[in-house]
């Protein structure tokens, strides 16, 4: 029998067609009901915005035991963030503090955005990001804030979200300086290159981007800057990018790769298009993916720091911060080595003031596993 | 007793949900508070979707491809220039978009005669491609800085958008022939086109509206996480159809109702929201071998089949 269903019983239908047992929702009073108490819920929330749970305030006193430290990487699942996390569960090991190191697969504002928000909620004593978009956390940031949650940013900065504390793995001009001089160097100082970089919104990498850039408009006039590439930290879509731009520039003589998965996926290229030795590569990446290519001389150099000394040190700032410590240049902080602010910010420490290059010589130093 | 299955069902969810959010007895109208400002905003554009779903379904189709057009209209709209233009240039041609996309839907299952659940996976990986490339040399995102704009991204705006689409296309939908006319097309299709029903111009008008709403969820989303990317709301399909198909909408046709769409919205949004809050609890972490949160797909496959077989069982038919 035909499935038409009178949802409207005021429909003039015979009763015969009528079915026994209509569907439960005709507009009932109960659907109704629910509908309504949750709009005067949710208009109770809408008043209670700002009021801070108490437990928070009380951060400096609490014992260790009990405090929790909520870290948000990028994404979760590349090796870099992975180092990371290794570093802060020893650290938060150490210090006998709870650690929670959650992040989403892809590296999307909105989904980090969830964690945050859960976080908050939760009533956690620090939350440390390191954000895909920077300006997306502001308001993030404040609501936290206001309930006395600690707020550090990591690896990448939220300049004007009013973050407390960044931890800055490297000076981010001398990184940007380093990178430039030395693609300048393999390039002769003067032909075409070209920028291979996981995101254009991610505040690290183009800050280092802009400090390379300027260091070329400023000493090495002779370099021309013909692209640029964006690779979302994916070490295939690397590669594939940076084989149309071999093609697409015949002419090209360097390339910069500003992320851990590009540096690999252009090495990989060049191998490919059989132009590994003519086209410069230089980056910031880790030790494993790009060992063999530095042997095979794809790669003269690249730089990087220890990304689990990283994930250590933001755990230990961010205890201190709960615990109402502020860092003090050259001294160290719960456990830390003696701390290093930066020039340009108070509010930024800097982890290794000069980045640690790698080369075919002082590679096999560096078994790090990933 | 089935009229109050669902809502109690819900009280029940939140009752055993809410306190992994972070609900306390003690200060339990400030926290209580925040957690359904919360759910409001995250739920504000999946109720949008599913107000188009619901009728999608009730006509005997389906829209597979309502996450993917709405990432596109949200890449789409990331590519404009920040500032108040925004709102005349970017807002009136990101509601074409999406009425174009849902159009294109509608015109393939109405004119073509694809069965819409190959016609929406067609579209659904079509749109989701388009996106990578629409982000081609993408410049900033200007959703912060568009005057106004992240008022649609919290509360109130966000529920007064929601509302106003819901009760007002709501009450309207209830009282029109027009939704017979969909009841009946996809009760029986056949019949209704011998009662003189314009088949083929409701299906395009239904799969067109989708595609609006696809729109506005996008304002919706991009207004809260000021963002977008080629794998935004990836997913999100599942999570309305399940919701749909809770409230009360058969997937077969010819029965559904807007306010248990609402109710089957809250449903899985209070789910999901508590896995993703069960992932970062010490207390599951510490019992549970694997990660919390990855039980989201299983939930959601486990709800839709409940929901499928609850509403076969409750409407009282056999089905012949």
């Given at each position: 029998?035909?499935?038409?269903?009178?949802?409207?019983?005021?429909?003039?239908?015979?009763?015969?067609?009528?079915?026994?047992?209509?569907?439960?929702?005709?507009?009932?009073?109960?659907?109704?009901?629910?509908?309504?108490?949750?709009?005067?819920?949710?208009?109770?929330?809408?008043?209670?915005?700002?009021?801070?749970?108490?437990?928070?305030?009380?951060?400096?006193?609490?014992?260790?035991?009990?405090?929790?430290?909520?870290?948000?990487?990028?994404?979760?699942?590349?090796?870099?963030?992975?180092?990371?996390?290794?570093?802060?569960?020893?650290?938060?090991?150490?210090?006998?503090?709870?650690?929670?190191?959650?992040?989403?697969?892809?590296?999307?504002?909105?989904?980090?955005?969830?964690?945050?928000?859960?976080?908050?909620?939760?009533?956690?004593?620090?939350?440390?990001?390191?954000?895909?978009?920077?300006?997306?956390?502001?308001?993030?940031?404040?609501?936290?804030?206001?309930?006395?949650?600690?707020?550090?940013?990591?690896?990448?900065?939220?300049?004007?979200?009013?973050?407390?504390?960044?931890?800055?793995?490297?000076?981010?001009?001398?990184?940007?300086?380093?990178?430039?001089?030395?693609?300048?160097?393999?390039?002769?100082?003067?032909?075409?290159?070209?920028?291979?970089?996981?995101?254009?919104?991610?505040?690290?990498?183009?800050?280092?981007?802009?400090?390379?850039?300027?260091?070329?408009?400023?000493?090495?006039?002779?370099?021309?800057?013909?692209?640029?590439?964006?690779?979302?930290?994916?070490?295939d879509k690397s590669r594939k990018l940076v084989?149309?731009?071999?093609?697409?520039?015949?002419?090209?003589?360097?390339?910069?790769?500003?992320?851990?998965?590009?540096?690999?996926?252009?090495?990989?290229?060049?191998?490919?298009?059989?132009?590994?030795?003519?086209?410069?590569?230089?980056?910031?990446?880790?030790?494993?993916?790009?060992?063999?290519?530095?042997?095979?001389?794809?790669?003269?150099?690249?730089?990087?720091?220890?990304?689990?000394?990283?994930?250590?040190?933001?755990?230990?700032?961010?205890?201190?911060?709960?615990?109402?410590?502020?860092?003090?240049?050259?001294?160290?902080?719960?456990?830390?080595?003696?701390?290093?602010?930066?020039?340009?910010?108070?509010?930024?420490?800097?982890?290794?003031?000069?980045?640690?290059?790698?080369?075919?010589?002082?590679?096999?130093?560096?078994?790090?596993?990933? | 007793?089935?009229?109050?299955?669902?809502?109690?069902?819900?009280?029940?969810?939140?009752?055993?949900?809410?306190?992994?959010?972070?609900?306390?007895?003690?200060?339990?109208?400030?926290?209580?508070?925040?957690?359904?400002?919360?759910?409001?905003?995250?739920?504000?554009?999946?109720?949008?979707?599913?107000?188009?779903?619901?009728?999608v379904l009730i006509s005997g189709g389906i829209?597979?491809?309502?996450?993917?057009?709405?990432?596109?209209?949200?890449?789409?709209?990331?590519?404009?220039?920040?500032?108040?233009?925004?709102?005349?240039?970017?807002?009136?041609?990101?509601?074409?978009?999406?009425?174009?996309?849902?159009?294109?839907?509608?015109?393939?299952?109405?004119?073509?005669?694809?069965?819409?659940?190959?016609?929406?996976?067609?579209?659904?990986?079509?749109?989701?491609?388009?996106?990578?490339?629409?982000?081609?040399?993408?410049?900033?995102?200007?959703?912060?800085?568009?005057?106004?704009?992240?008022?649609?991204?919290?509360?109130?705006?966000?529920?007064?958008?929601?509302?106003?689409?819901?009760?007002?296309?709501?009450?309207?939908?209830?009282?029109?022939?027009?939704?017979?006319?969909?009841?009946?097309?996809?009760?029986?299709?056949?019949?209704?086109?011998?009662?003189?029903?314009?088949?083929?111009?409701?299906?395009?008008?239904?799969?067109?509206?989708?595609?609006?709403?696809?729109?506005?969820?996008?304002?919706?989303?991009?207004?809260?996480?000021?963002?977008?990317?080629?794998?935004?709301?990836?997913?999100?399909?599942?999570?309305?159809?399940?919701?749909?198909?809770?409230?009360?909408?058969?997937?077969?046709?010819?029965?559904?109702?807007?306010?248990?769409?609402?109710?089957?919205?809250?449903?899985?949004?209070?789910?999901?929201?508590?896995?993703?809050?069960?992932?970062?609890?010490?207390?599951?972490?510490?019992?549970?071998?694997?990660?919390?949160g990855n039980l989201r797909f299983v939930l959601?496959?486990?709800?839709?089949?409940?929901?499928?077989?609850?509403?076969?069982?409750?409407?009282?038919?056999?089905?012949?």
């Amino acid at each position: 029998m035909g499935m038409i269903t009178a949802l409207d019983p005021t429909d003039s239908v015979p009763s015969s067609h009528k079915l026994k047992h209509p569907p439960a929702y005709a507009g009932g009073s109960p659907a109704l009901l629910s509908a309504l108490a949750l709009v005067l819920i949710v208009l109770a929330g809408c008043s209670q915005d700002s009021v801070g749970t108490a437990s928070n305030k009380a951060g400096a006193g609490k014992p260790r035991d009990q405090i929790v430290i909520a870290m948000l990487p990028k994404l979760t699942n590349i090796a870099y963030f992975r180092a990371c996390q290794e570093g802060a569960k020893k650290a938060a090991a150490e210090l006998g503090v709870r650690l929670i190191y959650d992040g989403p697969t892809d590296p999307s504002a909105s989904d980090q955005n969830k964690f945050i928000e859960t976080w908050i909620r939760q009533g956690v004593d620090a939350i440390c990001i390191a954000p895909n978009e920077p300006k997306a956390i502001k308001r993030l940031v404040q609501q936290a804030q206001e309930r006395g949650i600690k707020v550090l940013t990591w690896d990448s900065d939220a300049p004007d979200s009013g973050r407390d504390l960044m931890v800055n793995q490297v000076d981010d001009k001398r990184l940007g300086e380093a990178l430039m001089d030395e693609i300048a160097r393999q390039m002769h100082e003067e032909g075409e290159w070209a920028v291979v970089i996981a995101s254009l919104n991610a505040d690290n990498l183009n800050t280092w981007r802009k400090y390379a850039e300027a260091r070329a408009t400023e000493k090495y006039p002779k370099l021309v800057k013909v692209d640029t590439v964006v690779t979302e930290e994916d070490v295939d879509k690397s590669r594939k990018l940076v084989e149309t731009l071999l093609n697409v520039h015949p002419n090209l003589k360097g390339m910069i790769a500003f992320d851990s998965n590009s540096v690999p996926g252009a090495a990989e290229a060049l191998k490919r298009t059989g132009k590994a030795g003519k086209v410069a590569l230089c980056g910031n990446s880790t030790p494993a993916p790009n060992k063999d290519y530095l042997k095979e001389g794809v790669l003269e150099s690249f730089f990087l720091w220890d990304p689990r000394q990283l994930g250590d040190l933001t755990v230990r700032l961010a205890v201190a911060a709960v615990e109402g410590k502020s860092p003090k240049a050259g001294e160290s902080i719960n456990g830390s080595p003696p701390l290093t602010l930066s020039p340009r910010d108070p509010t930024t420490v800097i982890m290794s003031p000069e980045p640690l290059k790698f080369t075919k010589t002082n590679i096999d130093r560096y078994d790090w596993g990933f | 007793m089935r009229r109050i299955a669902l809502p109690l069902l819900l009280v029940l969810e939140v009752a055993v949900l809410a306190p992994l959010s972070g609900v306390r007895s003690t200060h339990f109208l400030s926290t209580f508070g925040a957690y359904a400002n919360d759910l409001s905003i995250q739920a504000a554009p999946i109720l949008l979707l599913a107000f188009g779903m619901t009728i999608v379904l009730i006509s005997g189709g389906i829209d597979l491809s309502v996450a993917s057009m709405t990432a596109l209209v949200a890449c789409v709209l990331s590519k404009f220039e920040p500032g108040p233009q925004f709102w005349v240039t970017a807002i009136p041609l990101g509601l074409v978009l999406g009425a174009g996309l849902g159009l294109a839907n509608g015109l393939l299952v109405a004119a073509c005669d694809v069965p819409p659940i190959i016609a929406t996976l067609g579209t659904l990986f079509l749109y989701r491609g388009l996106c990578e490339a629409v982000l081609k040399g993408a410049k900033y995102n200007p959703f912060f800085d568009v005057p106004g704009y992240s008022r649609l991204g919290e509360l109130p705006g966000a529920l007064i958008l929601v509302g106003v689409v819901l009760i007002v296309g709501g009450a309207w939908f209830r009282g029109s022939r027009w939704r017979r006319e969909i009841l009946m097309i996809g009760g029986n299709r056949v019949a209704a086109r011998y009662a003189a029903i314009p088949v083929g111009r409701r299906l395009v008008e239904v799969y067109t509206l989708s595609g609006v709403l696809a729109f506005l969820a996008a304002v919706c989303f991009t207004a809260h996480d000021g963002s977008a990317s080629q794998a935004s709301y990836m997913g999100l399909e599942l999570q309305v159809i399940v919701a749909v198909v809770l409230g009360g909408t058969a997937v077969t046709g010819g029965r559904g109702t807007i306010i248990g769409s609402v109710l089957g919205v809250l449903l899985v949004a209070v789910l999901v929201e508590g896995l993703q809050a069960g992932g970062s609890s010490f207390w599951i972490q510490d019992r549970l071998p694997f990660k919390f949160g990855n039980l989201r797909f299983v939930l959601l496959g486990a709800l839709l089949v409940f929901g499928v077989w609850l509403n076969t069982r409750r409407s009282g038919e056999r089905p012949v």
